[in-house]
C-alpha cells in the first residue's frame, strides 16, 4: 500500500503559523524533507508523513502539544484548500459535509476508512451529531481534534450570533493541554467515549437553516475544479505512481533495489514483478522515465545546473547524463535548457 498524501497548502499554512510561534522554518522542512517549491502550489500533494513530521517538530520547539489546534481554530480552510471555498458555497449543512466527504480525498488520503464515508450527520432522540468515523490510535488524537475544531472554527466565524456546538464526544484519553479545553473549544468534552462525535444545534438541520442564497455559480465552479483535481489523482493511483513514490526521494542515489521497494509497498519482489508485467512495464522502464520527467523539470526551471542536475537523478558522471538525455529528447541537456529559456 503507498504511504497517504495530501495537498500542501495543509502544510505551508501550519508552517507559516508554527514559525509565527517560535519553530524555526528550516529545521521544520528539513524533519519532513520537503522544500519551498513543494509547498508553493496548495493543490499539490505531499506525503501525511511529512506533515506529521513538521507537526511534532513544530510542537517540540515551541513546547506546545496543543499548536495544530490552535492553527486550526484560528485559520480559514478556504485560504487552504479548494475544498475549504465548495463548503462555503454549499446550499446547507448536510450538504456541506456530503462535499466534505466526496473531496475528502484531495485534502488528505486516509486508508483506515476503507472506502466508508468519514464524517456522518446522525438524528437521535432529538438531537444531531456530526459522527467521525476516522481511527484514531495513539496521537492520531490531534487529528481528530482538528477535525472537530475546524467545524466548530469555521461556523463560529462565519454565523457568530449563532450557536453551532454543543458537545463532544471523543474515544481518547485526555491530552496533556486538555486544561486549555474548555477556552478552545468552549463546550463539554467527554473522553473514553465509544465515538467521536460532535453535537450540534438541531436548527443547522432545519429548512429555515440553509446557508447564504446566490452562490451557485462560484459552488460550480469550485466543484468542477476539485472534480479535476480528483481525476488527475485517479488516474495517478496506479501501482507505477505507488512506484515513483517511493524512489523518488531516493532518486539521486543512482541503482535503487526493487527488493527494497516491493518490500516498503508490503509485498514481495515476486508479487512486484507480477505487477508490473501486467500493467505492461519494468521497474527499469519506470525508473529511467521519472529521471527523464524530472531532468525535464529541473532544467525548465533553470536553479541547478546540468552537472547539478545529474547529481539529483543519480548519474555518476555528467557524461552519463548527455548521453541518457540525448537518448530521451534527442538534444544535449544544455541545448535543452537553452531553448526552454
Known amino acids: ?9 495543509f502544510v505551508a499554512a501550519f508552517l507559516d503559523f508554527a514559525v509565527s510561534r517560535g519553530a ?28 506529521q513530521a513538521v507537526i511534532a517538530s513544530a510542537m517540540q520547539q ?12 484560528e485559520s480559514r480552510l478556504e485560504m487552504i484548500s479548494v475544498v475549504g471555498q465548495i463548503v462555503h458555497h454549499s446550499a446547507s449543512l448536510p450538504h456541506s459535509i456530503e462535499q466534505l466527504n466526496r473531496y475528502l480525498r484531495l485534502m488528505a488520503e486516509n486508508n483506515t476508512l476503507a472506502g466508508r464515508d468519514r464524517f456522518e450527520l446522525l438524528h437521535h432522540a432529538g438531537e444531531v451529531w456530526i459522527v467521525d468515523h ?14 472537530f475544531a475546524r467545524f466548530i472554527s469555521e461556523f463560529r466565524r462565519s454565523f457568530p450570533d ?15 493541554h486538555v486544561g486549555e479545553y474548555p477556552d478552545l473549544f468552549q463546550i463539554p468534552v467527554r473522553f473514553h467515549a465509544e465515538r467521536n462525535a460532535l453535537r450540534i444545534d438541531p436548527i443547522w438541520v432545519s429548512e429555515e437553516m440553509g446557508f447564504e442564497p446566490g452562490n451557485a455559480y462560484v459552488f460550480g465552479v469550485f466543484t468542477r475544479h476539485a472534480d479535476a483535481l480528483l481525476d488527475q489523482l485517479e488516474r495517478e493511483d496506479t501501482l507505477r505512481a505507488h512506484i515513483e ?16 521497494v516491493a518490500r516498503d509497498m508490503g509485498m514481495s519482489r515476486q508479487t512486484l514483478y507480477r505487477r ?8 527499469a522502464e519506470i525508473h529511467d522515465d521519472l529521471r527523464q520527467r524530472m531532468a525535464r523539470d529541473y532544467l525548465t526551471a533553470r536553479k541547478v545546473s546540468v552537472n547539478e542536475t545529474a547529481y539529483l537523478l543519480g548519474f555518476s558522471e555528467a557524461s552519463s547524463f548527455v548521453r541518457a538525455f540525448k ?6 541537456p544544455r541545448a535543452f535548457r537553452d531553448a526552454a529559456a
Not at 500500500?1 to 497548502?9: H, I, K, L, N, T
Not at 515551541?62 to 481554530?73: E, I, K, Q, Y
Open 1 to 9: 500500500m503507498s504511504q497517504p498524501m495530501m495537498a500542501a497548502g
Open 24 to 51: 524555526d522554518r528550516s529545521t521544520l522542512i528539513g524533519v519532513a524533507d520537503l522544500d519551498d517549491a513543494m509547498l508553493s502550489d496548495q493543490d499539490s500533494r505531499v506525503p501525511v508523513a511529512a506533515y
Open 62 to 73: 515551541t513546547s506546545d502539544t496543543a499548536l495544530l489546534l490552535r492553527h486550526t481554530l
Open 134 to 147: 476516522m481511527h484514531v490510535a495513539g496521537a492520531d488524537y490531534i487529528a481528530l481534534e482538528a477535525s
Open 162 to 176: 449563532q450557536t453551532f456546538e454543543l458537545e463532544m464526544e471523543v474515544t481518547y484519553a485526555p491530552p496533556p
Open 245 to 260: 513514490a517511493h524512489i523518488l526521494p531516493d532518486l539521486h542515489q543512482g541503482s535503487l533495489s526493487m527488493d527494497k
Open 276 to 283: 508490473l508485467k501486467d500493467e505492461d512495464i519494468t521497474f
Open 327 to 332: 537518448r530521451w529528447t534527442g538534444q544535449s
